[in-house]
T-cell receptor, first 115, second 108 residues
Framework: GAGVSQSPRYKVAKRGQDVALRCDPISGHVSLFWYQQALGQGPEFLTYFQNEAQLDKSGLPSDRFFAERPEGSVSTLKIQRTQQEDSAVYLC?????????????FGPGTRLTVL | GQNIDQPTEMTATEGAIVQINCTYQTSGFNGLFWYQQHAGEAPTFLSYNVLDGLEEKGRFSSFLSRSKGYSYLLLKELQMKDSASYLCAVSGDYKLSFGAGTTVTVRA
């Protein structure tokens, strides 16, 4: 079946621009996660949704970052007034239920470059 | 807080065995995951351990010792396609905390 998809795969933004990154999780998956991965590092947690509810946004680096999942399926991560330090790969993952031991399945990521 | 350590790089020969160690100190523990990530691609699930001991899955095996805060991933009969980054991740409550990854290079 279809896995997690993300779009766009690559995004170049000028400093100060707003960007929106989309994630389509596996159909029927309850949990959705966003992670940020800097070059040569492991992914870092940003935020977590259970259906449409955003239960944890403790990893969002600043109030310029905003995520939503209004209908409990597709999610959008928005970054306002992008800065160079926002350059990274943004990974989306989904899991079937809300269990801590559930396997998370990752999308290919969006590589954001801020000039 | 979460502290997860793994070696940065390892090199091995095709057909050989490589063991990637991971040590962790975390505030909660609901299992340890290993993921494989090829450059520019999504991390893909390899294994999950929640109880002490060895889990074997084909050429890949993973071991966990909860009392020691230690895990390893064992890759046997290495193939060129195994050249990738291997990520150790601990599940605390629901989110994963990752190590920085170990880049494995397989040479002919």
């Amino acid at each position: 079946g279809a896995g997690v998809s993300q779009s766009p795969r690559y995004k170049v933004a000028k400093r100060g621009q707003d960007v929106a990154l989309r994630c389509d999780p596996i159909s029927g998956h309850v949990s959705l996660f966003w992670y940020q991965q800097a070059l040569g590092q492991g992914p870092e947690f940003l935020t977590y949704f259970q259906n449409e509810a955003q239960l944890d946004k403790s990893g969002l680096p600043s109030d310029r970052f905003f995520a939503e999942r209004p209908e409990g399926s597709v999610s959008t991560l928005k970054i306002q007034r992008t800065q160079q330090e926002d350059s990274a790969v943004y990974l989306c993952a989904s899991s079937l239920s809300a269990g801590a031991a559930d396997t998370q399945y990752f999308g290919p990521g969006t590589r954001l470059t801020v000039l | 807080g979460q502290n997860i350590d793994q070696p940065t790089e390892m090199t091995a020969t095709e057909g050989a065995i490589v063991q990637i160690n991971c040590t962790y100190q975390t505030s909660g523990f609901n299992g340890l995951f290993w993921y494989q990530q090829h450059a520019g691609e999504a991390p893909t699930f390899l294994s999950y351990n929640v109880l002490d001991g060895l889990e074997e899955k084909g050429r890949f095996s993973s071991f966990l010792s909860r009392s020691k805060g230690y895990s390893y991933l064992l890759l046997k009969e290495l193939q060129m396609k195994d050249s990738a980054s291997y990520l150790c991740a601990v599940s605390g409550d629901y989110k994963l905390s990752f190590g920085a990854g170990t880049t494995v290079t397989v040479r002919a």
